[in-house]
Structure formats: structure tokens, C-alpha cells
């Protein structure tokens, strides 16, 4: 099946500062997904893009696919304390198949 | 109130003790799916089924079984454990196999010993 290759695996980030996690393909993709686990949790979904070129935003997150639809990235502004968690990527063919994720820890 | 529920939650086992942990949905969904996470390696498809009495192998199905005699039930089995299915799993559901987000379980963390 499809694999995705996420960098980076981790990320320290001070409290208020940007920063971003990108998810990468060597072929096309049909969607990517895009997952959020906190420290002892279950991944939570929290959107789908499917178009080439594709932005969304959910308040201080953006998500783009890229135009070529073989990446995809998560932009998070301002980050918080409640931004901790590691965030996955995942190509839904009639399987899902997660990238590797990016733990994100933050320095307060 | 919709959700995917798991259990047991944690379990500690020795070798060759046969296990099931079950997995119940109650939003109707045809898909669901069993995943394992390991350090580093993201979560990994063990087993899925579109529906009642279809299943099919994941990625890493080697040493598990499932079935799907209810929509709303799931269940893993692993019928000889071994110290290298020490992970932990999640149940997960949606409507359809298709372009459609999954709802996950709370997780069983499983030690085998």
C-alpha cells in the first residue's frame, strides 16, 4: 500500500512560537488525513483534504496538500500547552495507512 | 452517546495464553478496523471489515484473528500471544470503508509476558 513519511518525529517548540510538520509521498494521493493523539489518548481526527492545492484551517492550524497531491503539511501558529500530542498523517485508500508522527512537546 | 468501546483496557499475559479483546460500536458503522501502535512506527492495520461477515488482512496481520458476526462488534483474537504483541491497540469505526473519518476506541494496552 501507499506509505507517507512524516518529518520531524519530534518537536520542541517554546510556548508561542510557530512551527510545522510535514507528511511526504514518493507517489499520488488520492486524500490525506490528518490525526491528533494526546499523551495517553486515542487519535482524534481533525480533517480530510482532498483536492491539489487544498488549504483549510481550524483556528490556529493549517492544512494544505500540496499541488502535486504527493505531500501534505500542519502549520500551527502561536502554539500552547494544549497543542502537546503527536499528530498524524494517513492516506485513506480502503485501508488507512498512518505516517510515523510528529511528537510535539512545549517548552512553557 | 457515540462511541467505540474497547475492552479490556489494560491486560498483562503470559505466552500462549489464548486472548480476545472485544471492540462494540454503536453508530451503525459498517467499516472497522484493528490497529496496533508501537514506538516510532506509527499505527500499523492488523484487521479490517467492511461489514458483517467480510474481513480482511491489514498490514501486519500475522498471529491475530478476528470476526464479524454483529455490525456493532469486533473482536481481536489472538490465539497464541507472544512477548512481540506486547503494543498497544485500537479499535476503530466509520461509516464506510470510503473517504470517511474514523472514530477510535480508548486503546488496550497489552503486555505479554
Known amino acids: 500500500g501507499q506509505q507517507v513519511m512524516q518529518i520531524p518525529q519530534y518537536q520542541h517548540v517554546q510556548e508561542g512560537e510557530d512551527f510545522t510538520t510535514y507528511c511526504n509521498s514518493s507517489t499520488t494521493l488520492s486524500n490525506i488525513q490528518w490525526y491528533k493523539q494526546r499523551p495517553g489518548g486515542h487519535p482524534v481526527f481533525l480533517i480530510q483534504l482532498v483536492k491539489s492545492g487544498e488549504v483549510k484551517k481550524q483556528k490556529r492550524l493549517t492544512f494544505q496538500f500540496g499541488e502535486a497531491k504527493k505531500n501534505s503539511s500542519l502549520h500551527i501558529t502561536a502554539t500552547q500547552t494544549t497543542d502537546v500530542g503527536t499528530y498524524f498523517c494517513a492516506i485513506n485508500d480502503y485501508k488507512l495507512s498512518f505516517g510515523a508522527g510528529t511528537t510535539v512537546t512545549v517548552r512553557a | 452517546e457515540a462511541q467505540v468501546t474497547q475492552n479490556p483496557r489494560y491486560l498483562i499475559t503470559v505466552t500462549g495464553k489464548k486472548l480476545t479483546v472485544t471492540c462494540s460500536q454503536n453508530?451503525?458503522?459498517?467499516?472497522m478496523s484493528w490497529y496496533r501502535q508501537d514506538p516510532g512506527l506509527g499505527l500499523r492495520q492488523i484487521y479490517y471489515s467492511m461489514n458483517v461477515e467480510v474481513t480482511d488482512k491489514g498490514d501486519v496481520p500475522e498471529g491475530y484473528k478476528v470476526s464479524r458476526k454483529e455490525k456493532r462488534n469486533f473482536p481481536l483474537i489472538l490465539e497464541s500471544p507472544s512477548p512481540n504483541q506486547t503494543s498497544l491497540y485500537f479499535c476503530?469505526?466509520?461509516?464506510?470503508?470510503?473517504?470517511?473519518?474514523?472514530?477510535f476506541g480508548p486503546g488496550t494496552r497489552l503486555l505479554v509476558l
Open positions: 453508530m451503525n458503522h459498517e467499516y
Open positions: 476503530a469505526s466509520s461509516l464506510d470503508r470510503g473517504q470517511e473519518t474514523q472514530y
